[in-house]
Nanobody
Framework: QVQLVESGGGLVQAGGSLRLSCVAS????????MGWYRQAPGKHRELVAT???????NYADSVKGRFTISRDNPKNTVLLQMNNLKPEDTAVYYC??????????????????WGQGTQVTVSS
């Protein structure tokens, strides 16, 4: 099994910064892509940013130039640096591990995993 634990959310004023961190644990062999998604009240979950094991990144248009995603493969950690935050960035942010492979009893399993979410609130 793979567990994802997020940290770093909180309350910040517009124009401020936050850094989210997510650590994946378990008998992990590899993770294809890691990323961040968010869900605001009354809205669908949406992609914020993703990064592959090779370092290729993808960002939502709404966060380009303000957010930066990075990854430490040996530590199975993904970070999201969020600068110049806006009230519309307010949401629960979820960490995702896509194509995570782990071993149990000599057998490999691959799946898609989510963290429990961390609240980010940006006041105007």
């Amino acid at each position: 099994q793979v567990q994802l634990v997020e940290s770093g959310g909180g309350l910040v004023q517009a124009g401020g910064s936050l850094r989210l961190s997510c650590v994946a644990s378990g008998s992990i062999f590899s993770i294809n892509a890691m990323g961040w998604y968010r869900q605001a009240p009354g809205k669908h979950r949406e992609l914020v940013a993703t990064i592959t094991s090779g370092g290729s990144t993808n960002y939502a248009d709404s966060v380009k130039g303000r957010f930066t995603i990075s990854r430490d493969n040996p530590k199975n950690t993904v970070l999201l640096q969020m600068n110049n935050l806006k009230p519309e960035d307010t949401a629960v942010y979820y960490c995702n591990a896509d194509g995570a492979t782990y071993y149990r009893g000599g057998v490999s399993y691959t799946g898609d995993y989510w963290g429990q979410g961390t609240q980010v609130t940006v006041s105007s």
